[in-house]
């Protein structure tokens, strides 16, 4: 049988790392065109793993020269700051930004997730980066409660409660202690971790106090 003086494309086969092309119902001879014939990912697919945080371990002598005794008490010993304290007041006046660590730095929260709960201790209904909040089975006082903690530093960072009706997106409460975050408004230069005042720096020295 002959062809009308050009070939259909009549099929199209991979093996392989080739695309092989069959120009006409009656060719033998296949048209081999090379290259991979695996099919890309549509544009802004994301990976489905995540990097975890890279962890940050020190000394508890390493730690106090960073933090402020009410720092070091809450974050590394699982403390609790006094409700309605200046913490809080401090927490409640302040506007757009981002929550960090006190004490490695990583970013746990921001204002856009912040709501007033009433219960004395800055309040979110999610965090604003997932990978850096692990949450543990609590039951130090004889109940069950969900501790939160940083997952850099194992920093206690208070607990979260789920259900009790908010009017939020998650029906979620992270109650956070304020002392073991670190506030940075939009728009601010980001601060070195830990903010106690003549803290050593890694070359020794003494930092000046804000």
């Known amino acids: 049988m002959k062809t009308n003086g050009f070939a259909l494309l009549t099929a199209m086969v991979v093996f392989g790392s080739s695309t092989v092309l069959y120009l006409g119902a009656d060719d033998k001879k296949p048209v081999v065109k090379t290259g991979s014939a695996t099919a890309s ?3 802004g697919t994301k990976s489905s793993t995540s990097k975890k945080p890279k962890k940050v371990v020190k000394t508890e002598a390493q730690w106090k020269k960073i933090l402020t005794p009410e720092q070091f008490l809450i974050t590394r010993k699982a403390g609790t700051e006094r409700a309605f304290g200046a913490a809080y007041a401090k927490f409640k006046k ?6 960090f660590c006190v004490c490695c730095g990583a970013e746990l929260f921001t204002s856009k997730q912040k709501f007033n709960s009433g219960c004395g201790w800055p309040s979110f209904y999610d965090p604003s980066k997932a990978p850096n909040i692990t949450e543990k089975r609590d039951t130090s006082l004889g109940a ?7 997952t850099v530093c194992d920093a206690h960072l208070g607990h979260v409660f789920f259900g009790e009706g908010f009017n939020t997106p998650t029906d979620k ?19 070195p971790e830990g903010s106690k005042k003549g803290a050593v720096s890694k070359s020794g020295k003494k930092k000046k106090s804000d």
């Open 41 to 43: 990912k549509p544009a």
């Open 94 to 99: 302040q506007g757009e930004g981002t929550y």
């Open 144 to 150: 069950v409660r969900t501790e939160v903690v940083c």
């Open 173 to 191: 409460r992270y109650c956070i202690n304020g002392a073991a975050m670190r506030f940075e408004a939009k728009g601010a230069k980001k601060k």
